[in-house]
């Protein structure tokens, strides 16, 4: 990989990392929540199964597999298979909430189908422009 490949890659983590971290404190601050109670720990837990689900995502766009729905589903199911054993080995350290699983499942299949759906119209775009020439 190239030095603008891997600056493209550390700008869009850092870009979602900000947006979901801006997103979380919103929504703790609309709850009358003034600190995150899981603290420090969480932050790094979000930047782990960041980093799990860019990393998916680079390898779901670079799978030599047709069709995109089948590359996306090889990619995602053994990724969304590392955050689950993420969160349980989290578990050791400290009490995971109730809907621990539950919530690793749903923002972890969110962005991965945001991602995706991105990835597509991206391609789907460059398809239709490079016939066009």
Not at 21 to 41: A, R
Not at 44 to 57: H, K, N, P, Q, S
């Given at each position: 990989?190239?030095?603008?490949?891997?600056?493209?890659?550390?700008s869009?983590?850092?870009?979602?990392?900000?947006?979901?971290t801006?997103?979380n404190?919103?929504?703790y601050?609309?709850?009358g929540?003034?600190?995150?109670?899981?603290?420090?720990?969480?932050?790094?837990?979000?930047?782990m199964?960041?980093?799990?689900?860019?990393?998916t995502f680079?390898l779901?766009?670079?799978?030599?597999?047709?069709p995109?729905?089948?590359?996306?589903?090889?990619?995602?199911?053994?990724?969304?298979?590392?955050?689950?054993?993420y969160v349980w080995?989290?578990?050791?350290?400290e009490?995971?909430?109730?809907?621990?699983?539950?919530?690793?499942w749903?923002?972890?299949?969110?962005?991965?189908i945001?991602?995706c759906i991105?990835?597509?119209?991206?391609?789907?775009?460059?398809k239709k422009r490079?016939?066009?020439?």
């Amino acid at each position: 990989m190239n030095k603008k490949k891997w600056i493209s890659i550390v700008s869009i983590y850092s870009i979602i990392y900000m947006v979901i971290t801006l997103l979380n404190s919103i929504l703790y601050l609309g709850n009358g929540i003034y600190e995150d109670p899981s603290g420090n720990w969480h932050e790094l837990d979000r930047a782990m199964i960041l980093l799990i689900g860019i990393a998916t995502f680079e390898l779901c766009t670079n799978l030599p597999i047709k069709p995109l729905i089948f590359r996306y589903m090889i990619a995602y199911v053994p990724s969304q298979l590392l955050a689950f054993t993420y969160v349980w080995f989290s578990g050791l350290r400290e009490e995971l909430a109730k809907t621990a699983y539950r919530d690793i499942w749903i923002n972890f299949t969110s962005l991965f189908i945001l991602l995706c759906i991105v990835n597509t119209i991206i391609s789907v775009y460059k398809k239709k422009r490079n016939t066009a020439f």
